[in-house]
């Protein structure tokens, strides 16, 4: 089977939805494999949020370190913030966006697969074809695309590794930045709720060593 992140966009949340409960069926079926699975919402804003039922599995599987949950992490992220906002801007015109298409990364193909205001489906999934999905895409009225699993870890680990880089970058620019008038009251603002959070962190333990008992 290939293994594949997919990514199912729909204009209403229901047959997000639907969509989640069929491929469900699928898998059951032995037509594909399914291993996590979101249906998640994007605001007309361009924000990001999980719309599964807390009880759901798959929203569960979701938080455990998978790579879905990576995918889901970077979209809401800074950097999907970025990578989300003035396509109009950036491409200018529709040849220009043609163009640029085949160099553009993977989250920025899934994110321009989720426009603002539509509800998608986001599945890590093995496929034997592109049949069920595709015919599933056309029965909802929806938009399928469809990238390797490697292909996606790749980028997301590139992104992370981009990311650590970057607050790297930002802490020392801060600290450079600092005045020498500053510094030593820096460090003494520092030192003053070290204490006071040594006392939370110290009530937080006393609070569930009394809940466990």
């Known amino acids: 089977m290939n293994q594949n992140v997919i990514v199912m966009s729909f ?9 989640l409960a069929e491929l469900k069926a ?17 605001s007309v804003e361009g924000t990001f949020s999980v719309r599964n039922d807390e009880a759901d599995d798959m929203a569960l599987a979701t938080r455990s370190g998978t790579l879905l949950g990576s995918v889901l992490g970077l979209l809401a992220g800074p950097l999907g913030m970025l990578l ?17 298409q085949g160099r553009i990364s993977v989250v920025d193909q899934m994110m321009q697969a989720m ?3 539509s509800t998608s489906l986001i599945a ?12 599933l895409a056309r029965q909802l009225s929806g938009v399928v695309l469809r990238r ?17 880089a970057a607050a790297r970058e930002v802490r020392r ?4 930045k600092k005045s020498a008038q500053w510094h030593n009251q820096f460090d003494n603002w520092k ?8 006392r939370l962190e110290s009530n937080i333990c006393d609070a569930f060593g009394r809940g466990v008992a």
């Open 84 to 100: 989300g906002g003035g396509y109009g801007e950036l491409f200018g015109h529709s040849g220009s966006k043609d163009a640029a």
């Open 173 to 176: 620019i801060l600290r450079d």
């Open 191 to 198: 030192e003053e709720i070290d204490e006071s959070l040594a």
């Open 11 to 19: 204009a209403d949340e229901s047959r997000a939805f639907r969509a």
């Open 124 to 135: 890590t999934a093995g496929e034997k074809s592109p049949d069920v999905l595709d015919a």
């Open 26 to 42: 699928a898998a059951a079926a032995g037509d594909m494999q399914l291993q996590t699975a979101a249906v998640v919402q994007r």
């Open 148 to 164: 390797p699993h490697a292909v996606v870890q790749e980028e997301i680990s590139a992104a992370e590794e981009a990311s650590d």
């Open 115 to 117: 426009p603002p205001g």
